[in-house]
């Protein structure tokens, strides 16, 4: 913990509060200050951004959708990612920033910076792997000998499937060594929407590829080692005995987090790393078509300036209708939800996973509210308050972290689940 970050005038300062996913998460933290974490003791936090009227406005919309006036007294910062003297001072005060200011990797790198510098700790809900990974590169080390934890993807992106899979590691009675998970969304009869900014953030990573690539060379890390039978990889379309629907590779950031939170248990714990391969529902051969329709031009657009302009100023035509910048209606949050569902493989105690087919399988699930503006606030929120919470069950040293890798001995899944992310055992069984 860094020295003093626990006295600081702040516990939690949301950057990006007047936002469209600040705002949620300023609703959250006003939940969480009355819950049991902080009976007895007043939770101290702020928001901060530019404009002191969008802050205001956001203070008086959570005071009256919470029933709670005493909201519009929360104190506020005015900084501005451009202004490194206003973002330091704001980092001077707070043991934890919570930064919903995206795409991050045009944002994200300014608030880590001042956290890092002037002892914050930082969360961030990216679900952008080559600004997650430029930070590591950027800002391990001297976050490691300031003791702050840097730890990006506490939203939708990533808990779900970091924290899912070390709960289902957790749940097998035996060495765990592979795990598939298949993420499917439910939403009610007005369907479902998600804010453009996430849109224009897979629109520059995708085009960005090639630069992802050159950093990971950058970064020369060693091939997490594979345990158990290889898990086999699936095509780019396929159809799912599992679920019994058709089903894609996730093109989110999962994957990757997985994999960093694996190669840290593996190389910092000697803990058995998890092979991980992450998959999202599509349903029939209808929506199978669509999508590759879709696909196929958005793919085209990204790999041109002229497209990817099109691609952000025309979010709804080109995404049939699922991102717009205008976000979901209360009606599409309230009725939306999510499941991932996570099956898993491995071998008994009594067994060498390095010899013979698995003889374990295990079906856990993580469920929730809806995923983008509900989910992801809980998510982000909890991650905070642990790092406030449980100093001594964090690494014993700061740095850049992924989600399970910074969390894996405290008891976030436990706090997830009271706050309505849910996490399950379906089935345990013997081949």
């Known amino acids: 913990m860094v020295t003093g970050s626990a006295n600081r005038q702040y516990q939690i300062v949301i950057y990006g509060a007047s ?85 991050y990797r045009f944002y994200g790198e300014p608030v ?73 969304f439910k939403s009610g009869e007005e369907g479902t929407c998600i804010h453009d900014g996430t849109w224009q953030s897979a629109i520059h990573g995708i085009a960005d590829q090639s630069n992802l690539r050159k950093l990971r060379k950058q970064l020369a890390l060693k091939p997490v080692p594979v345990v158990g039978q290889k898990l086999k990889r699936r095509g780019a379309v396929f159809y799912s005995d599992e679920i019994k629907q058709y089903a894609i590779p996730f093109l989110g950031a999962d994957a990757s987090v997985v994999k960093r939170t694996q190669r840290y248990l593996s190389e910092s714990l000697q803990e058995t790393p998890v ?87 295990i079906c856990t699930q993580v469920s929730g509210p809806e995923a983008a503006y509900v989910t992801t606030p809980i998510a982000m929120v909890q991650a905070g308050v642990t790092i406030l919470k449980e100093p001594g069950s964090l690494p014993k040293k700061g740095g850049v972290y992924s989600p399970g890798a910074v969390f894996s001995k405290t008891k976030l899944v436990e706090r997830l689940d009271k706050a309505g992310i849910h996490f399950s055992v379906i089935s345990k069984t013997e081949a």
């Open 19 to 103: 936002g469209f996913t600040g705002q949620f998460v300023v609703e959250e933290v006003a939940r969480v200050a009355d819950g049991v974490d902080f009976r007895g003791q007043e939770l101290r936090w702020a928001i901060a951004g530019r404009s002191q009227k969008k802050l205001e406005e956001v203070l008086h919309k959570a005071a009256n959708n919470l029933a709670r006036p005493q909201l519009k007294s929360v104190d506020i910062i005015i900084c501005d990612i451009n202004d490194p003297p206003a973002l330091a001072d704001m980092c001077k005060k707070a043991s934890v920033v919570l930064d919903c200011v995206g795409p």
């Open 112 to 184: 880590v910076k001042a956290c890092v510098e002037n002892g914050a700790h930082f969360v961030d809900i990216s679900g952008e792997p080559q600004y997650l990974e430029s930070m590591i590169l950027k800002y391990d080390s001297e976050a490691a000998e300031k003791g702050v934890y840097i730890v990006g993807t506490c939203g939708f992106d990533s808990i779900p499937a970091d924290l899912g899979v070390l709960f289902t590691r957790h749940s097998m009675q035996g060495t765990l060594t592979a795990v598939e998970s298949f993420l499917s």
């Open 275 to 361: 092979q991980y391969a992450a998959y999202a529902a599509v349903g029939g051969i209808a929506s199978v078509i669509q999508l590759m329709f879709a696909g196929f031009f958005f793919l085209l657009f990204t790999k041109f300036s002229f497209g990817r302009k099109l691609l952000i100023r025309y979010p709804k035509f080109f995404s049939f209708g699922y991102f717009s910048s205008e976000g979901p209606t209360q009606k599409q949050m309230d009725e939306s939800s999510f499941t991932m569902t996570f099956f898993g493989e491995g071998y008994s105690q009594d067994q060498d996973p390095q010899q013979g087919k698995p003889n374990l399988k």
